[in-house]
């Protein structure tokens, strides 16, 4: 276990034109685990990983228990929860805000943010939905709605002005509601212009019967789909031939964007904003029935059309290329290159993995691509100080690396605190890595001696089932009693329980605890009995007996006979051992106090033993 932990200086990547992050991906080099998510240490993205968290997790507690169409309803669900945990983390960064750790404002962060969700959703239309019921198009529809152009501000100020139908942005807001498929938005606008405009009022009539009859929905197949909207396409054509909107160039230009004509929509550029924009509204004037295997020529001459020759594709552009040809490994690959976060990658992937999309797909070295991420993100939050316990669970849901990578991260925990230290524990002792569990003890064991707390230390030792340690913290427990006449720590000797046969100083130290509570109870032939039995059972260390011996005193003291004959010659017999010995005899006898003592033990057994013949002869003589 390590015991600092240094973080990494914050590297964040720079988004291209349209908001994406680049980089080469250099960085992430080394195979699994051998780079460091620098996204991990934004304090403002937080809630993204711990929220997201939740729903991995009951992702992978669900999943096995549903099937059939309940099942891929709760795929698409649990997308849409990821989803909604990256709008929520979006809703909570403040636009130009930095924090002291991070050196770019969240408005960097929200534009990545918004990256992520805008390609996470195409992929929950294109894959994770798949054959959902309806119209791709109209799901397709809903994505740039949500994604691409915000008009709600533009319709208020429009709206609240004096006269709308004059304001400068109205057309503009008529203009992006049509190429967003928002008849009835675009049609209630358009009212204001003829209550407004008397004279344009059979136009507007026209174009509002066009714009009302669009057939678009989902309650008919493809193919009454196919025939309605042909019979409508011709009917808006007939309209642009006969001049219809001729004096009114901002319904001709309405028209002829419903009539499917590009270079009206290209016309409106600025409004579309991206590439993909132009495809949907293309596509719902040009080809509303395409089918998902169509998807990617219409994409790519879309692209070609909107960049032209002046620009080349961003990072964000390969990315909805590749979903748009439903090659799903080069989404993985790309967004992997281009994002700064191992975050999106590994819970996009698990996602895919469940909907059995990568089930073939296997690396060199073994392991699949959703337990490569994974592993690659969670290794990334074990370098967070406060992160690291999300990564355990993402972990164990890696069946082939996954118990390794825990192995080998959780020793490098550092154990700053004792809280921190039992949360390491509890997840080793939980998941039988008792090669981890000894090692954390024993490190807290070390710590905890170093710095004089004896207690703690004994009780890490205890845990980890360290013999040696043990006894080496016993004797501590035993000096420290000699110098200070007392036992620190009465709670934890007086409970050792079953754990004191960890080792025979360990055994000791319990019944001599013991031996002290039932003199203090005047339990005293117990007491004196088991005195003895620490003596002559040669448990307690023989360093130890003069001490022993000399807490036989007040035993052999007391008015009451204590120690037997028997006991009272055994106790003689450890004296003389004690004092018998070449050259601790002589250390012994040069040392007046312990003289002392030894004189005044061999006169209180003397005494005892006098007082003990004496009142056995009495007891045989009556």
Excluded at 1 to 14: F, G, N
Excluded at 347 to 367: A, R, V
Excluded at 430 to 436: G, I, N
Excluded at 507 to 518: A, C, D, I, M, V
Aim: aromatic share 8%; net charge negative; hydrophobic share 40%.
């Amino acid at each position: 276990m390590e015991e600092a932990d240094t973080e990494p200086p914050l590297v964040v990547r720079d988004w291209g034109r349209v908001g994406g992050p680049g980089g080469t991906g250099t960085d992430r080099e080394g195979g699994p685990g051998g780079a460091r998510d620098q996204d991990i240490y934004i304090q403002t993205l937080r809630k993204l990983f711990n929220e997201s968290h939740g729903v991995f997790i009951g992702l992978q507690r669900c999943e096995e228990e549903l099937a059939g169409k309940s099942r891929k309803a709760h795929l698409v669900q649990v997308s849409k929860n990821y989803r909604s945990v990256i709008r929520a983390c979006m809703e909570d960064m403040h636009p130009g805000t930095t924090t002291k750790s991070e050196t770019r404002p969240c408005s960097f962060q929200v534009s990545i943010l918004s990256a992520m969700e805008l390609i996470w959703n195409l992929c929950e239309i294109l894959f994770v939905e798949a054959a959902a019921a309806g119209p791709l198009l109209l799901r397709l529809l809903d994505w740039i709605r949500l994604h691409v152009c915000d008009v709600d501000s533009m319709v208020r100020e429009v709206l609240s002005s004096e006269n709308p139908s004059k304001h400068k942005l109205f057309w503009n807001v008529v203009d992006v509601f049509v190429l967003q498929g928002r008849m009835d938005e675009a049609r209630h606008l358009l009212s204001k212009e003829a209550s407004a405009n008397p004279t344009s009022m059979s136009m507007y009539k026209v174009l509002d019967d066009l714009m009302m009859k669009m057939p678009l929905g989902n309650t008919q197949t493809l193919t009454e789909l196919e025939l309605k909207w042909q019979h409508w396409h011709e009917e808006c054509q007939r309209y642009l031939r006969d001049g219809t909107f001729a004096s009114n160039p901002h319904m001709e230009s309405i028209c002829k964007i419903l009539a499917g004509d590009e270079n009206a929509m290209l016309e409106k550029k600025e409004l579309l904003t991206t590439w993909y924009h132009f495809l949907v509204t293309r596509l719902l004037y040009s080809h509303p029935t395409v089918k998902p295997m169509e998807l990617h020529f219409y994409a790519q001459s879309s692209m070609d059309l909107f960049l032209g020759e002046e620009s080349s594709p961003e990072p964000l552009d390969t990315i909805l290329m590749a979903a748009f040809e439903f090659e799903l490994h080069q989404v993985i690959k790309e967004c992997s290159i281009a994002l700064s976060n191992w975050w999106f990658v590994a819970h996009l992937t698990d996602l895919l993995d469940h909907c059995k999309l990568l089930q073939s797909h296997n690396l060199y070295f073994g392991s699949n691509m959703r337990e490569f991420l994974l592993l690659e993100y969670a290794s990334g939050l074990f370098s967070h100080h406060s992160l690291w316990q999300l990564g355990v669970d993402y972990f164990d849901h890696c069946r082939e690396y996954g118990r390794v990578y825990l192995e080998l991260h959780i020793e490098r925990i550092p154990l700053n605190t004792e809280q921190k230290a039992l949360k390491v524990l509890r997840i080793c002792e939980q998941r039988h890595m008792h090669e981890q569990v000894r090692s954390i003890c024993k490190i807290m064991a070390m710590k905890a001696l170093r710095n004089n707390r004896l207690g703690s230390a004994l009780s890490w030792s205890i845990r980890a089932k360290d013999a040696a340690f043990a006894t080496l913290i016993s004797d501590r427990f035993l000096k420290d009693y000699c110098e200070r006449g007392c036992f620190s720590d009465l709670d934890l000797i007086d409970n050792l329980g079953p754990s004191m046969l960890l080792s025979d100083r360990l055994t000791f130290l319990g019944k001599y605890r013991e031996f002290h509570r039932l003199y203090g109870e005047k339990r005293f032939s117990e007491a004196a009995k088991l005195l003895l039995m620490l003596m002559t059972a040669h448990i307690a260390p023989c360093s130890f007996w003069m001490t022993l011996l000399t807490d036989a005193l007040p035993l052999l003291e007391q008015k009451e006979v204590i120690f037997s004959a028997e006991q009272t010659y055994e106790l003689m017999q450890c004296l003389e051992d004690l004092t018998a010995g070449k050259p601790d005899k002589q250390k012994l006898l040069d040392d007046d106090v312990e003289t002392t003592k030894v004189e005044m033990l061999r006169l209180a057994l003397a005494r005892n033993l006098a007082r003990v013949i004496v009142k056995e002869g009495t007891l045989e003589g009556s």
